[in-house]
Structures are given as structure tokens and as C-alpha cells.
């Protein structure tokens, strides 16, 4: 197999909670971070007989926006569709999504690298409700806590255009980055409101003449159950590998849905891999087809259009990248530019001390670091008579220089300058030696 090469193929699968005051599907508070369990629940979300749903205008306004941020094709006619598969945490029995007419459709996102991501479809649906694994009277049980069943649910799903975990991780920041500077949520991958399943195989070629992933595998295995950043490329690298190992020993790893388990590093088999026709889709009945009209959002700056001004400023790629991946901070960073020009204070110098000081912790406002900065820069320039005592000094000191400059050396006179500068440790105001100095020739 000394010609055989190994080519990652990932698709991903992003769940983000929106920000909405109230769920998906009924006027029950979508906060559940925290809460008391089982008390943002209503016959709604519990799917008890003769409740009847109604959809989140903000939720699906805050959609349509994320699409746009992609360039995605908007639905002007999209409809919901209900998932049907029994699990503890599905209270209806079924999941109200979106099955073939989502949303969003035929986006893309641009890494930073140039490399073009494939936006297959951004929909809308709701949330499941949350296990918790506990004991009781040393038992071990699952509770079931409803508090998060029925929050709006957003779901992004990639093209396999992902070739490497380190990609993954990059573009997962930006979707996360990118929901933040929409304000429609905050995306916290630690408090679950951002979820990531990535659909990962390996393709294989055994010839120097095609590219490597020309071809995509007729398998593949959905990841589950990654919940931090600090272990996406971890996990996504451990699959990768476990693959490659199967394929080397001419098998093929099955199709399944794996989970990850963050104290051992390792991923493990959860259940085969579902197809859509197992979840009989069909049309929600109690929620009308939506017609979107009159589609007008302006969206703000997003990070790369951000990155790319702050180019245009000279600044460094590290300095780009803390700034922007705070958005209160560039925000804060920007007002400082402005304020900052009035002192001819240079955008990188205002860089360079949030960044490698972070004194704009010390500030809330931004005016309070640019008088900071002034502070620092200013220097106390040596009074006139000492400028007129060092340049007598250096006079006396240097007549040859002098006789040269008379005689017509130009170039003598930056020799004087530092000399005279040298004399007062740096303190003099340049144009004033300068000027003081051609009295002194004139009179001599």
C-alpha cells in the first residue's frame, strides 16, 4: 500500500441556541441555563393533547439573518416538518424541524486561508429537552428536565469540504463569532447553547496521479457529543486515526453515530446511523406554511470584513484576530482609533497596548486609555535656554564640524543636532535645535 493516501472527508452539523425570549413554539421563557428544572415548561412543549404550537417570528428573523451572513438563498415560502423518533427527552414523540424546505440554502464562508466552505442549509426546529445522569437513594437513574425543550434551535450543515480537524476547529469559531456579532445568540459551546456533530470518513486512493478525497467513501460516522473547543481537534483527530486503521487493515469502519468522552480521549459507539427515511417526515399539521416577504436586514460588519479593514490599518495578523474575536472589544478598540487621531496617536500603538497590555481592562472607556496613552508617549521637551547652553557647548566643542557646515557641508548639521541631543538625553525638541542653531551660525 506504499501508494495509498489517506484523505479526511468532514461534514459538519452545527446546532446553535437563538436568543429569544421565549421558545420556539409557545410563550414559555427560552432561558434554561441555571434554572430551577421542569418550570419553562407548558402544555406546548410537553406535547400535551389539544396544545397547539405557534411559531417565533424572532427566532426565525435571527435565521434568515445567519443566512444572509452566508449568502444563502432565503425560502420565500418555507414550511415545518415534524421528526418523528421516540427518545426520553422528546416529550411530543417527535421533534417539529424543517425537512425539505429549510430556510437558508446554497451558502458559502471563505477561511481565512481562501479555502471556500459550502453552506448546504441552515433551518430551524426545537430543542430537546436534557438528560441528567444522577444517583438517587445509590441508585443511578436519568432525570428528564424539560426546561430546554421547545428553545429554538438553529442547525447549519456544511458540505464534506473539511479536510483536517484543524479547519473544523477555525470555522467553528467564526460560525461562533459570526452569531455574536448578529446578537442572536451567544453560542457558549460550555453551556451547550452551541453544539457541533461532525460527519467524518476517510477517503482512499491508491494511485500518485488522483487527488486524495476525489472520492468520497460510501460511509461515514457522525460524531456526537462535542461540547468545548478545547476538545474538538482532539476528538475529531482520534476519529480520523481510529479510520485510518481501520482502512489499513482493508476493512471498512461501520456506519454509525459515535460519542466522545473527554476523560479517556477516545470516542465509542452510541447506536447505527439513522437515515432520514427512518424518521417519517411529513408536513407539521398545526403550523401553516411561512411566507417571508419584504426581506430587509442590515447586518453589521462580520469578522472577515472586519479582518480586512483592520489590514488595511498595518496591523499584524495576531493583533486582527484578538481584536476581532471580541466584538465588545473591537468596538471599543474602534472608538479609541477615533479619539486617538486627534493625538497623533498611530492605530498600532493603540493596538499594541490593548493587545500585549491589556490596559483596556483598566479603562471602561476608551477615552480614559487614550489619555493613558498620551501620558506615556508625552515627553518634556528641555526649555529653550538649556537648548541654547547644550548648543554653545557642542559649538565649542565641535569647531571643526562647524567650519565645515560655513563652508557649505549641509550634512554636518544632523551631526551637530545629535550632539546637541546627546547633551540634553534625548529632551530636545528637534526643530528647536535646528533653528536655534542657524542663529548661532548667522551670528557668528
Known amino acids: 500500500m506504499s501508494n495509498t493516501k489517506f484523505s479526511p472527508v468532514i461534514g459538519l452539523e452545527v446546532h446553535i441556541e437563538l436568543s429569544t425570549k421565549s421558545k420556539m413554539f409557545c410563550a414559555c421563557p427560552a432561558s434554561h441555563f441555571g434554572v430551577k428544572p421542569n418550570t419553562h415548561v407548558c402544555p ?33 415560502v418555507s414550511k415545518f416538518d415534524r ?35 459550502n453552506i448546504t442549509r441552515i433551518h430551524l426546529e426545537e430543542d430537546t429537552g436534557k438528560l441528567v445522569h444522577t444517583t438517587l437513594n445509590n441508585k443511578k437513574v436519568s432525570l428528564v428536565d424539560y426546561n430546554r425543550s421547545g428553545v429554538p434551535l438553529m442547525e447549519l450543515v456544511t458540505e464534506p469540504d473539511f479536510d483536517s480537524a ?6 467553528l469559531k467564526d460560525i461562533q463569532l459570526t452569531a455574536r456579532y448578529l446578537g442572536i445568540s451567544n453560542a457558549d ?9 461532525a460527519n467524518i ?26 461540547n468545548s473547543f478545547k476538545f474538538v481537534q482532539k476528538a475529531i483527530q482520534f476519529e480520523i486515526d481510529r479510520q485510518i486503521q481501520i482502512l489499513e487493515s482493508v476493512e471498512v469502519p461501520d456506519q454509525e453515530t459515535r460519542g466522545y468522552n473527554e476523560n479517556t480521549g477516545k470516542t465509542f459507539t452510541q447506536r447505527s446511523k439513522e437515515e432520514a427515511h427512518d ?29 480586512e479593514r483592520y489590514k488595511s490599518f498595518g496591523l499584524t495578523s495576531h493583533y486582527i484576530e484578538v481584536l476581532v474575536s471580541d466584538i465588545k472589544r473591537a468596538e471599543y478598540f474602534e472608538q479609541a482609533v477615533d479619539l486617538a487621531k486627534e493625538h497623533q496617536i498611530t492605530v498600532k500603538d493603540l493596538a499594541g497596548i490593548m493587545v500585549n ?14 489619555r493613558k496613552l498620551i501620558e506615556l508617549t508625552k515627553k518634556e521637551f528641555a526649555s529653550d535656554s538649556q537648548v541654547q547652553t547644550a548648543i554653545q557647548e557642542t559649538i565649542s566643542e565641535h569647531t571643526r564640524a562647524v567650519q565645515d557646515y560655513k563652508a557649505g557641508n549641509n550634512n554636518v548639521i544632523g551631526f551637530l543636532i545629535g550632539q546637541v541631543q546627546k547633551k540634553l538625553e534625548g529632551r530636545g525638541e528637534p ?6 542653531l542657524m542663529k548661532n551660525f548667522q551670528k557668528g
Open 44 to 76: 406546548v412543549c410537553m406535547g400535551l393533547p389539544g396544545a397547539l404550537p405557534f411559531a417565533n417570528r424572532e427566532a426565525i428573523d435571527s435565521t434568515v439573518k445567519f443566512g444572509l451572513a452566508f449568502g444563502c438563498t432565503i425560502a420565500l
Open 83 to 117: 421528526k418523528n423518533y421516540f427518545y426520553p427527552d422528546l416529550p411530543k414523540g417527535y421533534q417539529i424541524s424543517q425537512y425539505d424546505l429549510p430556510f437558508c440554502t446554497n451558502g458559502e464562508w471563505l477561511m481565512t486561508n481562501g479555502q471556500r466552505i
Open 166 to 171: 484543524e479547519q473544523v476547529d477555525e470555522f
Open 189 to 197: 459551546m460550555e453551556k451547550g447553547s452551541m453544539r457541533l456533530e
Open 201 to 226: 470518513s476517510v477517503a482512499v486512493t491508491h494511485s500518485t496521479t488522483l487527488r486524495a478525497g476525489s472520492l468520497l467513501p460510501d460511509y461515514k460516522v457522525e460524531l456526537k457529543n462535542i
Open 279 to 307: 424518521y417519517r417526515y411529513f408536513p407539521e399539521p398545526d403550523i401553516p406554511p411561512i411566507r417571508l416577504e419584504n426581506i430587509h436586514f442590515e447586518l453589521p460588519e462580520l469578522p472577515n470584513q472586519k479582518r
Open 357 to 370: 497590555q491589556n490596559l483596556d481592562k483598566d479603562y471602561p472607556e476608551p477615552a480614559g486609555l487614550v
Open 431 to 436: 526643530k528647536l535645535i535646528q533653528s536655534l
